[in-house]
């Protein structure tokens, strides 16, 4: 056991307080001795013999007390009881699905820069897991959820709604990697698996297809297809490649502009050693969609993405993500709304658990007049990843465009609890206080998400809030300001701005700026309570027709 962890380990098993209660009996027992046992004219050597007895029982007593205080658990925080038996599982035959988390690899190598092959190892094999027939897996966003906080695994299990966690360890040496694994079982705390694998660097892909097959073996789940033989396939043989890309996917996880573009170089540098990497060119596809809008002009981003999805599944036309980043870019830059649809559709269908797959349908679907549909695919969304803000946001997004703004601010504040980096649920909490009336709560949030994000964009929502409180001359300079600087501005987002100054002709014509730029906010033109005071003017309703949005 880690020394580090052993004396909570003793407080925990209450062994420090039965020492403690041994001692004060010991003592209590030694002074009676001393009194009763000349009384009965017992030699003096007995007051000894009940000294050297109890010295004698106090390691038995402790052993008794670690032993006896229930399974050994890996401790977060302090120990709790047991579920109820409500929760438990019962008779494994009549429970159903088995379901799992794969809480993040905790980096023991020196060096902390390693943590990118920690956190791509905890991927691996939660993708692995993944593949399993009947077993229901935390998603990526929800176990990161935890990453580097002191919380006991069971709470954990509870919270992501799983009856058994994987935690592990990771020390990355040069060409050498040890890997700790262990399954723990969340109705007792009781280890059900648990191994360490010490292998070069080049064995990595088996140490991580043992780890899941050793896993689905402890829960004695039955594998099927191609997974009897392989439940981690390496989609390359350049292990340096292969470490290049997961630094990629350590820097496209954090969600901001420079660590995006680290993403890209990354991704780029593994291509260089092995072109045929399908999962490089997919990860390209994903970062550009995520640069795409707020920090890269559509015109540039959404081709390139495009571009390296169909790369992607012309090497690996299994590949989901590039599936899903490819029907993204079909509707929210194509425009080809029923073709997006389709083919989001063939996402789900292929890979049902994977929610980027459900959240891209989603987006579609209030283009083709689903609104319902759309808010309903979010929280199926929420379903898979439940911990996850952006997917929040999302479907506070939705709620909003169907002016339900109770709703819509309550998943807002949920999305902005679960990423308190991210500037969009500002953003719709600004707009729900508008549509309500209150403008000058919408300038705080507005100027929140500015705070947060610095996306120049921003600044259109803080005009068009000050606009509607009566600051005009503020929110003139304010717009002359953005118009005046060199970096990219969503179009789309100065037009309300326009329009709550009363300047319609300058609203629409920075609609039709952001037609021209195809930017992916209009795709949403016919439905955000933002475009209201534009709605009876027959220029916009011509933009309308010309994207091809639909109403319900």
Request: with cysteine.
């Given at each position: 056991?880690?020394p580090?962890?052993?004396?909570?380990e003793l407080k925990?098993r209450?062994?420090?307080q039965?020492?403690?209660?041994?001692?004060?009996v010991?003592?209590i027992?030694?002074?009676?001795?001393?009194?009763?046992?000349?009384?009965?004219n017992i030699?003096?050597w007995g007051?000894s013999?009940?000294v050297?007895l109890l010295?004698?029982?106090?390691?038995?007593a402790?052993?008794l007390a670690?032993m006896?205080?229930?399974?050994a658990?890996?401790v977060?925080g302090e120990r709790?009881p047991?579920r109820?038996?409500?929760d438990?599982r019962?008779d494994?035959?009549?429970?159903g699905?088995?379901?799992i988390?794969?809480l993040p690899?905790?980096n023991?190598?020196?060096?902390k820069?390693?943590?990118?092959?920690?956190?791509?190892?905890?991927e691996e094999?939660?993708?692995?897991l993944?593949k399993?027939?009947?077993?229901?897996?935390?998603s990526?966003?929800?176990?990161f959820?935890?990453?580097?906080?002191?919380?006991d695994v069971?709470?954990?299990?509870?919270e992501l709604?799983?009856d058994?966690?994987?935690?592990?360890?990771?020390?990355?040496?040069q060409?050498?990697?040890?890997?700790?694994?262990?399954?723990?079982?969340?109705?007792d705390?009781?280890?059900?698996w648990?191994?360490t694998?010490?292998r070069?660097?080049?064995?990595i892909?088996k140490v991580?297809?043992?780890?899941?097959?050793?896993i689905?073996?402890?829960?004695?789940l039955e594998?099927?297809g191609?997974?009897?033989?392989h439940l981690v396939?390496?989609e390359?043989e350049d292990?340096?490649?292969y470490?290049?890309?997961l630094?990629?996917?350590f820097f496209?996880?954090?969600?901001?502009e420079?660590d995006?573009?680290?993403s890209?170089d990354?991704?780029?540098?593994?291509l260089?050693?092995d072109?045929g990497?399908?999962?490089?060119w997919?990860?390209i596809?994903?970062t550009?969609m995520q640069?795409a809008?707020?920090?890269v002009?559509?015109?540039?981003a959404?081709?390139?993405?495009?571009a390296a999805?169909?790369?992607?599944?012309?090497?690996?036309a299994?590949?989901a993500?590039a599936h899903?980043?490819?029907?993204?870019?079909l509707g929210?830059?194509?425009?080809?709304f029923d073709?997006?649809?389709?083919a989001?559709?063939r996402?789900v269908a292929s890979?049902?658990?994977y929610?980027d797959?459900?959240w891209?349908?989603?987006?579609i679907l209030?283009?083709?007049?689903?609104?319902?549909a759309a808010?309903?695919?979010?929280?199926?969304t929420?379903?898979?990843?439940?911990?996850?803000?952006i997917f929040?946001?999302?479907l506070?997004?939705?709620?909003?465009?169907?002016?339900?703004t109770?709703?819509?601010?309550?998943?807002?504040?949920r999305?902005?609890?679960?990423?308190p980096t991210s500037?969009r649920?500002?953003?719709?909490l600004?707009l729900?206080?508008?549509?309500?009336?209150?403008?000058?709560?919408?300038v705080v949030s507005?100027k929140?998400a500015?705070?947060?994000?610095?996306?120049?964009?921003?600044?259109?929502f803080?005009a068009r809030?000050l606009a509607?409180a009566g600051r005009e001359d503020?929110a003139r300079e304010?717009?002359?300001?953005i118009?005046?600087?060199?970096e990219?501005v969503?179009?789309e987002?100065?037009?309300p701005?326009y329009?709550a100054?009363?300047d319609?002709?300058r609203a629409?014509?920075?609609?039709?700026?952001?037609?021209q730029?195809r930017?992916?906010?209009l795709i949403y033109l016919?439905?955000?309570?933002?475009?209201d005071a534009l709605?009876g003017?027959a220029?916009?309703?011509e933009?309308?027709r010309r994207?091809?949005?639909?109403s319900?």
């Amino acid at each position: 056991m880690n020394p580090g962890k052993f004396w909570p380990e003793l407080k925990r098993r209450k062994v420090v307080q039965r020492a403690v209660l041994y001692g004060i009996v010991a003592w209590i027992v030694i002074q009676a001795a001393d009194i009763v046992i000349p009384a009965l004219n017992i030699p003096e050597w007995g007051v000894s013999l009940v000294v050297v007895l109890l010295a004698l029982g106090f390691p038995v007593a402790m052993i008794l007390a670690w032993m006896f205080d229930g399974p050994a658990q890996v401790v977060r925080g302090e120990r709790r009881p047991p579920r109820s038996a409500r929760d438990r599982r019962g008779d494994e035959e009549d429970a159903g699905p088995r379901s799992i988390a794969v809480l993040p690899f905790v980096n023991m190598s020196d060096d902390k820069e390693n943590e990118y092959f920690s956190d791509g190892m905890t991927e691996e094999i939660l993708n692995a897991l993944a593949k399993v027939p009947d077993l229901r897996v935390a998603s990526r966003t929800s176990s990161f959820a935890f990453k580097g906080k002191v919380q006991d695994v069971l709470e954990i299990a509870d919270e992501l709604r799983v009856d058994t966690v994987v935690e592990g360890s990771v020390r990355k040496v040069q060409n050498r990697v040890r890997v700790t694994a262990q399954l723990i079982n969340a109705d007792d705390g009781y280890h059900l698996w648990s191994e360490t694998y010490d292998r070069d660097l080049e064995d990595i892909f088996k140490v991580q297809d043992e780890i899941a097959r050793s896993i689905v073996d402890a829960l004695k789940l039955e594998l099927v297809g191609e997974e009897k033989d392989h439940l981690v396939s390496p989609e390359t043989e350049d292990v340096e490649a292969y470490t290049l890309y997961l630094k990629g996917r350590f820097f496209f996880n954090r969600f901001q502009e420079a660590d995006l573009r680290r993403s890209l170089d990354l991704y780029a540098q593994a291509l260089d050693r092995d072109p045929g990497y399908g999962r490089a060119w997919a990860g390209i596809a994903d970062t550009w969609m995520q640069l795409a809008d707020d920090w890269v002009a559509p015109e540039q981003a959404y081709p390139e993405a495009k571009a390296a999805a169909e790369k992607a599944i012309e090497l690996d036309a299994s590949l989901a993500e590039a599936h899903t980043a490819r029907g993204k870019v079909l509707g929210w830059f194509d425009w080809d709304f029923d073709g997006a649809e389709l083919a989001l559709r063939r996402a789900v269908a292929s890979n049902p658990r994977y929610a980027d797959a459900h959240w891209g349908l989603a987006s579609i679907l209030p283009t083709n007049g689903q609104m319902e549909a759309a808010i309903e695919e979010a929280r199926a969304t929420l379903a898979l990843d439940p911990l996850s803000g952006i997917f929040s946001y999302w479907l506070a997004r939705y709620l909003y465009f169907a002016r339900r703004t109770a709703e819509a601010k309550d998943a807002a504040t949920r999305a902005a609890e679960l990423d308190p980096t991210s500037f969009r649920p500002l953003l719709v909490l600004g707009l729900c206080h508008l549509l309500e009336g209150h403008a000058e709560d919408a300038v705080v949030s507005f100027k929140q998400a500015l705070d947060v994000s610095g996306v120049v964009s921003a600044n259109a929502f803080v005009a068009r809030a000050l606009a509607a409180a009566g600051r005009e001359d503020e929110a003139r300079e304010l717009l002359a300001r953005i118009e005046s600087g060199d970096e990219y501005v969503r179009h789309e987002f100065m037009a309300p701005a326009y329009a709550a100054l009363g300047d319609v002709d300058r609203a629409l014509a920075a609609l039709e700026t952001a037609y021209q730029e195809r930017s992916a906010g209009l795709i949403y033109l016919h439905v955000d309570p933002s475009y209201d005071a534009l709605r009876g003017d027959a220029r916009y309703q011509e933009l309308v027709r010309r994207i091809g949005l639909k109403s319900g």
